[in-house]
T-cell receptor, first 114, second 117 residues
Framework: KQEVTQIPAALSVPEGENLVLNCSFTDSAIYNLQWFRQDPGKGLTSLLLIQSSQREQTSGRLNASLDKSSGRSTLYIAASQPGDSATYLCAVKYSGGATNKLIFGTGTLLAVQP | NAGVTQTPKFQVLKTGQSMTLQCAQDMNHNSMYWYRQDPGMGLRLIYYSASEGTTDKGEVPNGYNVSRLNKREFSLRLESAAPSQTSVYFC????????????????FGDGTRLSIL
């Protein structure tokens, strides 16, 4: 079964700290991997999308890496701010099967303390 | 920019009642999706529409029907609501369909919070 796991489920850090969120997937035959942010009571906002042929993507203070062979992705957030507090979800699109199907992890709830 | 708009935002139903959740996007996207989000289970795909006039089942389609009314609108219908369908429902869209569908991120609405008593 194709699964996506995110550990830890929750994380609290002081403002200014660099942090890493983890995502692991069971099948290395992925098409791409996306990181999303979800604020309370809101929908998902796409942060970064990494194609299977790429190793990393960067946007501002965010850097996402992809290692297909080990089934892992990390989201690195530099110099965290209270405004970064949200739930971060990763989602994998696998090759083959239903073309538009994303498999989501259950997310990491991040709290950045001022 | 409105993006993806879902209505209603909240709804309470009694078991056995029917209801339609509405979704509209103004980005001229080809593909649209319906997900449900439950605690501890992540988002799961209910149905999707790769392009106007087509719909396909996702991971958890039982108890739901969908209609791709036109390119902008994709509705989700519960014919006979059950307590197990209490959830937060998200609609999403993406620009491409077919082999290119995975190269663009999906854009999400703010969700419909549905409680079935």
């Amino acid at each position: 079964k194709q699964e996506v796991t995110q550990i830890p489920a929750a994380l609290s850090v002081p403002e200014g700290e660099n942090l890493v969120l983890n995502c692991s997937f069971t099948d290395s035959a992925i098409y791409n991997l996306q990181w999303f942010r979800q604020d309370p009571g809101k929908g998902l906002t796409s942060l970064l999308l990494i194609q299977s042929s790429q190793r990393e993507q960067t946007s501002g203070r965010l850097n996402a890496s992809l290692d297909k062979s080990s089934g892992r992705s990390t989201l690195y957030i530099a110099a965290s701010q209270p405004g970064d507090s949200a739930t971060y979800l990763c989602a994998v699109k696998y090759s083959g099967g239903a073309t538009n199907k994303l498999i989501f992890g259950t997310g990491t709830l991040l709290a950045v303390q001022p | 920019n409105a993006g993806v708009t879902q209505t209603p935002k909240f709804q309470v139903l009694k078991t056995g009642q029917s209801m339609t959740l509405q979704c509209a996007q103004d980005m001229n996207h080809n593909s649209m999706y319906w997900y449900r989000q439950d605690p501890g289970m992540g988002l799961r795909l209910i149905y999707y529409s790769a392009s106007e006039g087509t719909t396909d089942k996702g991971e958890v389609p039982n108890g739901y029907n969908v209609s791709r009314l036109n390119k902008r609108e994709f509705s989700l219908r519960l014919e006979s609501a059950a307590p197990s369908q209490t959830s937060v429902y998200f609609c999403a869209s993406s620009p491409n369909s077919g082999p290119l569908s995975g190269r663009q991120p999906q854009h999400f609405g703010d969700g419909t919070r549905l409680s079935i008593l």
